[in-house]
Structure formats: structure tokens, C-alpha cells
């Protein structure tokens, strides 16, 4: 008998530790503490937005109580500029790495895109709850934005993209391509028969991706020209 209220007593102390206790425990890696908040608020705010996130199910998703989560955070917007601040700097670092050719590019950030459908929703609930007015780190955002321009403008020099382009256009154009068919799923269906999640749905629109990328080269015009020049049509 004095075994069993032994193991009684052992599983009354770890499952009635206080609170003070617990954060003690946790506050013992916080670097792990900080990247499952991270995960868990960028999960409640892609399936809730901004306005319908809860600071208490964002703790429930990481295993912490609410005080330590302002601890790290401060409040639930500095969590999501935290979030906000993340991606820009993983774009940054995925357009740097991008390729000039503008076929890989696009295969590129559409299969970023698939593997990150948590941000794809977070943007549309930012764009039904701010339309086009200010929306949070517009700052950081639009340097990155710029910084985009400014490699499509390369690209162009290089004669990979016609000049006579608008690159901001360009670039508003090849996110649409990339993004839309994962932002509206229901459109993507309609038209094509299948899901936007469905590999072989992947697998033809990264082929589409590249055809119409070389479609754009402008070299493929030179020789267009060029065949009407050889081959002039009846007179």
C-alpha cells in the first residue's frame, strides 16, 4: 500500500506544479519559448486575422500561460509585427537567392508560396480588414517591395524582361501569377478542374510558370520579327 501513495503523491506534485514554476521551467530555453510562440500566433492569426486572434489561444498553442507570452511580446500587435518582421526577412533572403531566369523565378516563389499557405491567409485577412489603408510594418514592407523592383529592373538590363515594362507592374503581375491560384482556391477549381493542393495541379502550373515565362523573353520577339522579315506574306 505505501508504494501506491508513494507514486499518488509523485503524480500530485507534477501535475499540480505552480504557476511561478512552470514559467521557471520554460524560462530555462527561452529561445525555444520564443519560436513556438512565433509558430502557434502565426497559426491563430492565418485562421483568425488580426481582429479575431486570441492572446489565450495563441498561449494554449504554446504550451505557455499568458504572462509569459507578454512577457516576450508585450501585446498581441507586437506579436504580429514580430511575425510581420520574420517573413519579410525570410522574402529578403528567398528574393536574393532567386535566379535571374524569370521562368526559375516564378517556379521559384510559387513553390515557396505552397510550402507557406499560413501567410497566403494571413494576407488576405489583412487585405478584408485594412483594404488599401496602413496596414502594420508598411515601412519595412515596402523597402522590401522596393528591393524587388529594383532586381526586375536588373533583370530587364539583362534582357531577360522586355524594358518596356513597368517593373513595378511587372512585379504586381508575377505575384498574381504565383499567388492567386493558393489565395482563391474556389477559382482555381472552377477553372481547372482541381485543387489548388493537388500535386498534379503543382506540376501544371509550374510548367505553365515556365512557358509563359519564356513567352515574356524579349529575344523570342527579336525572332518573331525577324521570321516575318524572312518570310514577308503575300503581296
Keep these: 500500500m505505501g508504494w501506491i501513495v508513494s507514486v499518488w503523491l509523485l503524480h ?3 501535475t499540480n506544479v505552480s504557476p511561478s514554476a512552470q514559467l521557471r521551467v520554460v524560462a530555462r530555453d527561452p529561445k525555444r519559448t520564443r519560436e513556438r510562440i ?3 500566433a502565426l497559426k491563430e492569426f492565418s485562421a483568425k486575422g488580426l481582429a479575431g486572434a486570441r492572446v489565450d489561444q495563441i498561449a494554449r498553442r504554446a504550451r505557455i500561460n499568458k504572462r509569459m507570452l ?3 511580446f508585450g501585446n498581441k500587435n507586437d506579436l504580429f509585427k514580430a511575425i510581420m518582421r520574420r517573413k519579410l526577412e525570410q522574402r529578403v533572403t528567398w528574393a536574393t537567392a532567386a535566379p535571374d531566369d524569370p521562368g526559375e523565378t516564378l517556379t521559384h516563389w510559387f ?3 505552397c510550402e507557406d499557405m499560413d501567410w497566403v491567409r494571413l494576407m488576405e485577412w489583412e487585405a478584408l480588414a485594412v483594404g488599401d489603408g496602413p496596414i502594420l510594418s508598411e515601412a519595412e514592407r515596402k523597402r522590401a517591395f522596393d528591393s524587388g523592383v529594383a532586381k526586375l529592373r536588373q533583370v530587364q538590363v539583362k534582357g531577360l524582361l522586355p524594358k518596356n ?11 498574381g501569377l504565383t499567388a492567386f491560384p493558393l489565395a482563391f482556391p474556389q477559382f482555381t477549381r472552377l477553372v481547372t478542374g482541381m ?3 493537388d500535386q498534379a495541379f503543382r506540376k501544371r502550373r509550374i510548367e505553365f510558370l ?6 515574356l523573353r524579349p529575344e523570342r520577339d527579336e525572332g518573331r520579327l525577324s521570321g516575318r522579315a524572312r518570310h514577308p506574306g503575300p503581296r
Excluded at 165 to 175: N, V
Excluded at 210 to 215: G, N, S, V, Y
Design 12 to 14: 500530485f506534485m507534477a
Design 38 to 40: 512565433l509558430a502557434a
Design 70 to 72: 507578454y512577457h516576450y
Design 111 to 113: 513553390s515557396l508560396a
Design 165 to 175: 515594362l513597368d517593373p513595378r507592374h511587372l512585379l504586381l503581375s508575377l505575384l
Design 195 to 197: 485543387s489548388p493542393r
Design 210 to 215: 515556365r512557358a509563359f515565362a519564356a513567352w
